[in-house]
């Protein structure tokens, strides 16, 4: 019986061993984003500075969590006027609020590399539930002999939800397209 109850146990701590920690190679990703200014057009912009982590087991092909920080005064719209009005307490108010966060809370396998992330996405200080899909391809393992993996995140959020109120929706438009397109790592 002993033998039994130590083999199940040592069983479940190599599963759960099994998911590694992947970290985004920020030179080989991209947060973007677009939104409608005057309802006529899309700006688009980037965040350039941010870091990321993602817990995967590779042998079930299975997100366990992903958690991110983006430096707000990395926003880039190509208009340093604007970047420097999106910096300004109008909308991120960077001094007060250097960072946006993500941290999952709940991972749902939705298909074949597909996943249903929930998570608190904290902007301008507050927490806020968001639920994103994720997809992920690979791994490989790249000519530095480290593990590869891609991740797409595509989705839209309402600006106001976030705290960002500033501007009537006629000027700057409510809906937010979210698109992170990055590869990461795990040694």
């Given amino acids: 019986m002993n033998k039994v109850l130590i083999g199940l146990i040592s069983l479940s701590l190599a599963a759960a061993v099994q998911a590694e920690t992947f970290t985004v190679d920020?030179?080989?990703a991209e947060v973007g984003f677009s939104i409608k200014h005057m309802m006529v057009s899309n700006?688009?912009?980037?965040?350039?500075?941010?870091?990321?982590?993602?817990?995967?087991?590779?042998?079930?092909?299975?997100?366990?969590s992903a958690e991110g920080t983006i430096e707000t005064a990395s926003i880039d719209t190509n208009n340093e006027k604007?970047?420097?009005?999106?910096?300004?307490?109008?909308?991120f108010n960077v001094v007060k609020f250097p960072k946006m966060t993500f941290k999952s809370?709940?991972?749902?396998?939705?298909?074949?590399?597909?996943?249903?992330?929930?998570g608190n996405l904290n902007v301008l200080?507050?927490?806020?539930?968001?639920?994103?899909p994720v997809t992920i391809t690979g791994p490989i393992d790249d000519p530095?002999?480290?593990?590869?993996?891609?991740?797409?995140?595509n989705t839209t959020l309402n600006r106001r939800d976030l705290g960002i109120t500033h501007s009537p929706a006629a000027m700057i438009?409510?809906?937010v397209k979210i698109a992170?397109?990055?590869?990461?790592?795990?040694?």
């Fill in 173 to 175: 438009g409510n809906e």
């Fill in 82 to 91: 604007r970047d420097d009005h999106l910096k300004n307490k109008d909308f």
């Fill in 144 to 153: 530095y002999g480290m593990k590869r993996i891609g991740i797409e995140c």
């Fill in 43 to 64: 700006t688009k912009g980037t965040f350039n500075t941010f870091q990321g982590t993602l817990d995967y087991d590779i042998a079930t092909q299975t997100l366990k």
């Fill in 180 to 187: 992170i397109a990055a590869e990461a790592t795990f040694k």
């Fill in 125 to 132: 200080g507050i927490d806020r539930e968001v639920v994103v």
């Fill in 105 to 118: 809370t709940s991972v749902k396998k939705t298909g074949n590399n597909t996943f249903e992330v929930t």
């Fill in 26 to 28: 920020a030179g080989h």
